[in-house]
């Protein structure tokens, strides 16, 4: 039996079998997506519920007001952190980070190398020598400025010694370093986060 419709669209040789196995497979297709859409609709429809439960405009009004309190104390938090972050590495540039130090006997008749010299520096090779001398007499210390890795008055062996030490100290150099780029990376993710949640509630 053949359908004259087919027969006017061009399709008389088709066979209706044919078509009902595409409708079938088109309704199968159909009734998956549904019950898809229903499984998802019924988990958003549970989170609403649960967010809504025993919920009314005026206590939403609230909630919200206070999530919104909140995201300003964090921001005013972050804020006086990213200051305090900013003194404390600029203080940190001009402690002492940087030490050599060279025992040696200032007397012949001196032993156990009771003198000593200790060069103290900060970040930018700013700093003092500290030489003790230990004698039969007593003890005698003095200092010496150090600008820029130099001093006017000119230095003793240990004293130059010492100094070498300190500028050369590149590990002290680098805990500074990866201090100060913690401290930054810090700062820096909080901020991130802070943007993110405030993209999250709005």
Not at 11 to 23: K, S
Not at 142 to 162: C, H, Q, R, V
């Amino acid at each position: 039996m053949q359908s004259n419709l087919l027969k006017m669209i061009g399709l008389g040789n088709l066979d209706i079998a044919y078509i009902f196995i595409g409708i079938i497979v088109v309704i199968i297709i159909l009734i998956i997506a549904l019950i898809v859409q229903g499984v998802k609709f019924k988990k958003l429809r549970k989170k609403y519920e649960q967010f809504m439960q025993g919920k009314d405009g005026k206590s939403l009004e609230s909630q919200f007001g206070e999530v919104f309190e909140k995201i300003a104390y964090l921001t005013e938090v972050e804020t006086e952190d990213r200051s305090e972050i900013n003194i404390l590495i600029e203080k940190m540039k001009s402690s002492y980070q940087k030490t050599g130090l060279v025992k040696y006997d200032a007397f012949h008749e001196m032993g156990g190398k009771l003198s000593f010299s200790l060069c103290l520096l900060d970040e930018e090779d700013n700093g003092y020598i500290i030489n003790s001398v230990h004698s039969n007499n007593g003890c005698y210390v003095y200092t010496k400025e150090i600008i820029k890795g130099a001093s006017y008055i000119d230095l003793g062996d240990e004293e130059k010694e010492a100094l070498q030490q300190a500028v050369s100290n590149s590990k002290s150099k680098e805990n500074s370093e990866a201090v100060i780029k913690a401290a930054s990376e810090k700062a820096e993710k909080s901020k991130e986060q802070k943007e993110e949640k405030e993209k999250e509630d709005a």
